[in-house]
Nanobody, 133 residues
Framework: VQLQAFGGGLVQAGGFLRLSCAASGRSFSSYALGWFRQSPGKDREFVAAINWSSGSTAYARFVKGRFTISRDNAKNSVHLQMNSLKPDDTAVYYC???????????????????????????WGQGTQVTVSS
């Protein structure tokens, strides 16, 4: 499995960016694709996830209403539309695929134990997002 994230850049606060993740190597049916991010000195954290088959989505509370995850089954890609960006969104953004089928995941973005780093793998090379104030 190979995942490659791209689309990052420098943007002013209040602006927008669209990240993409190209996925290859296997079928992702019944699995989830997720976006995570890591800021300097901080742990990598969950941002958003999508059920590849159903299209169901989940978001971290700090991006709800601002970010939208989507997938293009035909192109085997996942996108993250990021609007109303804040300086706190500055980070390296990574995409990853769930290690288990979606049915084995805790699909509840209100739960702290959901979408753990250890539930995902095949981490792609990240893309840097920098939001200036």
């Amino acid at each position: 499995v190979q995942l490659q994230a791209f689309g990052g850049g420098l943007v002013q606060a209040g602006g927008f960016l669209r990240l993409s993740c190209a996925a290859s190597g296997r079928s992702f049916s019944s699995y989830a694709l997720g976006w995570f991010r890591q800021s300097p000195g901080k742990d990598r954290e969950f941002v958003a996830a999508i059920n590849w088959s159903s299209g169901s989505t989940a978001y971290a509370r700090f991006v709800k209403g601002r970010f939208t995850i989507s997938r293009d089954n035909a192109k085997n890609s996942v996108h993250l539309q990021m609007n109303s960006l804040k300086p706190d969104d500055t980070a390296v953004y990574y995409c990853a695929v769930s290690k288990m089928r979606v049915t084995a995941l805790l699909w509840d973005d209100t739960q702290d134990l959901a979408f753990r780093l250890t539930d995902f793998g095949s981490w792609g090379q990240g893309t840097q997002v920098t939001v200036s104030s």
